[in-house]
């Protein structure tokens, strides 16, 4: 039996030359971390992981495996896992969770109205009210693994693991267009 571990360094980037400010490992793999406000967030094999910005663990859930780097805006950290979107306080409770079909793969991408946009791996795009609820989801050609980008007009860009770009109306789910790449989105 073999054990991965992630180690993070946190450089203090106000001083030249840069200063570790702090490090810590992990257990088992892990995505880059989020910084939010006062946390910093790491998910990956062992759930969600929060630390304060001095390095402190604050807390960890028992979420499941995460699938992708965790999001967060509207007072919420969001976590695709084989469990689906979970969404946590900023204090690490759990505030509901989303089943996705076959589990979340996306890193979930919030709006600035709180929805939360997220791919699954049963090839779908959901729009996910900030209470949980669906508001819509886009059926895609192919499981969908990369994050969603919104722009300033309300629309959302969306790559498959087949190679489609697809253009989306934020607000209604409404396909705009669609181009094949010749390459996975991931």
Request: hydrophobic share 35%.
């Amino acid at each position: 039996m073999s054990t991965i571990s992630s180690q993070y360094r946190y450089l203090d980037s106000g001083s030249l030359p840069a200063q570790k400010v702090w490090k810590t490992e992990t257990e088992g793999w892990s995505y880059e971390p989020l910084v939010s406000e006062d946390l910093v967030l790491v998910g990956g094999g062992q759930g969600l992981q929060a630390f304060s910005l001095q390095g402190e663990p604050l807390w960890q859930t028992d979420s499941g495996m995460t699938t992708q780097r965790p999001a967060a805006g509207h007072d919420m950290v969001l976590a695709s896992s084989d469990r689906g979107l979970t969404a946590f306080d900023r204090r690490g409770k759990e505030l509901w969770n989303f089943p996705v079909g076959y589990g979340s793969m996306g890193e979930p991408q919030v709006g600035e109205d709180g929805t939360v946009y997220v791919g699954g791996a049963d090839q779908r795009l959901y729009a996910v009210t900030p209470e949980g609820q669906e508001k819509w989801h886009l059926e895609m050609e192919a499981g969908v693994e990369a994050a969603p980008v919104l722009d300033r007009e309300g629309r959302l860009y969306v790559g498959d693991l087949q190679g489609n770009l697809v253009g989306v109306e934020a607000e209604s789910g409404s396909h705009l267009w669609s181009k094949k790449t010749h390459e996975p989105f991931r």
